[in-house]
């Protein structure tokens, strides 16, 4: 029998050796467990439409939205601890075991939610331990991304990791896609009466059942590291991440722009055109559901585009247009009717926020050592992702309720010029041979 067909998951190997069958195997698997922790994330934001007046006292709806948004923004909070946590777990006993812990996190927070009393029912307890199910789930998920983009970008073929490593945000869209589309089909079923009374509770059950099928997928998982790497004396922890400075920094510098026009354009776009463009929130919601297929759709066409022009022109691309086309569209989206014209102004900013999720996680990968790899992926990205991207609503709608919305459209072009110098002095990545 061949050696390949006979490896295990537990047995330490060279990545190189991999079929090309078992590496498709291992981005299935790795991805499809990044999907159910994803849709476990956003559906939160995609039902805070209905369920934010169980958690809070009544009163303005924007501000019943506003403290909901502050508490996803509270959830990513925790996303650098678990980007550490995670990361010296990936870096120590395996990226495997990292993934399978983080998804189990993932289904615990879920299940809390479905079953949560209400305020009329326990008082100021429901908004506590609705933060409490949040921080857990933002733990869960800033392990999530560094382990799993590291674990994807390592199993990918070199020459094809741009295209391989964009199916990390294909599942993490598709978390989105799908958190919309069971929100969409609940409208068609339920009233907005049953939705607001109960309905919001089953998208968190259907999340917590999907993450006990991805632990199941996640244990046939191949590992990537080898026994002599992972008792490596660096091996996830932070002196040996600190021998990378230069990487964190620019990890840092790049994210901080990528993350928030990311989360301004899938997760905020719902609630603006409910709440200032003045579009039915049925309507919004199937514009983001096609905006977010197109997208998702454009992921490994720009990873795969990637492999040809280099990371570093990828993301010149993404920081020069992004700084160039926010604020008009923005503006635009303020004041539009047509849902049409809503979603290919849509359209276009996720086209050029493409050129940066498409490589996010692979080009950090590429930007550290294999014993350090993890933590230095998943905690700079979890830093500069709960500062800037997770506080992306929370800002937004605290400037609409200051009557200066506009500020926020400078606040995303401002970051994503900096994403735009950054990339001018970092060095390609994808030539710099720390990813073998």
Not at 30 to 50: H, K, M, P, Q, R
Request: proline share 3%; hydrophobic share 50%; net charge positive.
């Amino acid at each position: 029998m061949d050696k390949k067909t006979h490896m295990t998951h537990d047995t330490p190997h060279d990545v190189a050796q991999l079929t090309s069958q078992q590496r498709i195997k291992a981005i299935i698997g790795a991805s499809s467990g990044n999907l159910v922790e994803w849709f476990d994330f956003y559906i939160y934001s995609f039902c805070a439409l209905y369920f934010s007046h169980a958690f809070f006292p009544s009163g303005n709806p924007t501000t019943q939205l506003l403290q909901t948004a502050g508490i996803f923004a509270a959830g990513f909070l925790m996303r650098p601890v678990g980007g550490w946590l995670f990361g010296r777990i990936a870096d120590k006993y395996g990226r495997r075991q990292s993934m399978m812990i983080s998804v189990l996190m993932m289904c615990g927070g879920s299940l809390m939610i479905a079953v949560m009393p209400t305020y009329d029912t326990i008082g100021a307890f429901a908004p506590f331990l609705l933060l409490v199910a949040r921080l857990f789930q933002g733990l869960s998920v800033g392990g999530e991304y560094g382990t799993s983009a590291t674990y994807m970008s390592e199993v990918s073929e070199s020459g094809k990791r741009g295209f391989f490593a964009s199916f990390q945000y294909v599942t993490l869209i598709g978390g989105q896609l799908l958190a919309l589309l069971v929100l969409v089909v609940l409208q068609q079923l339920l009233t907005l009466e049953e939705l607001r009374a109960w309905g919001w509770r089953i998208p968190f059950v259907f999340g917590a059942l999907a993450a006990l099928v991805s632990l199941n997928l996640r244990k046939s998982l191949t590992e990537t590291t080898t026994a002599s790497e992972r008792k490596d004396k660096d091996a996830g922890s932070l002196r040996g991440l600190l021998k990378h400075k230069r990487a964190f920094i620019t990890v840092l510098g790049f994210t901080a722009g990528g993350s928030l026009v990311f989360y301004t354009f899938t997760t905020y776009m719902q609630k603006y055109l409910v709440n200032t463009a003045g579009m039915d929130t049925k309507t919004a919601s199937a514009v983001m559901t096609c905006a977010l297929l197109v997208y998702m759709i454009l992921q490994p066409v720009f990873g795969a585009l990637s492999d040809r022009i280099g990371r570093r022109t990828s993301m010149l691309f993404f920081g020069g247009l992004a700084t160039l086309c926010v604020l008009p569209i923005m503006h635009a989206l303020k004041d539009i009717s047509s849902p049409y014209a809503a979603f290919g102004l849509i359209i276009i900013a996720l086209a050029i926020i493409s050129f940066y999720t498409s490589i996010s996680g692979l080009i950090k990968a590429e930007m550290f050592p294999v014993e350090v790899r993890a933590l230095g992926v998943g905690l700079s990205y979890a830093v500069a992702n709960a500062m800037f991207g997770g506080s992306a609503e929370y800002v937004a709608l605290q400037f609409k309720a200051w009557h200066v919305e506009e500020y926020f459209y400078w606040y995303v072009t401002i970051m994503c010029l900096i994403s735009f110098i950054v990339a001018i002095r970092m060095p390609d990545p994808s030539r710099s041979g720390l990813l073998k």
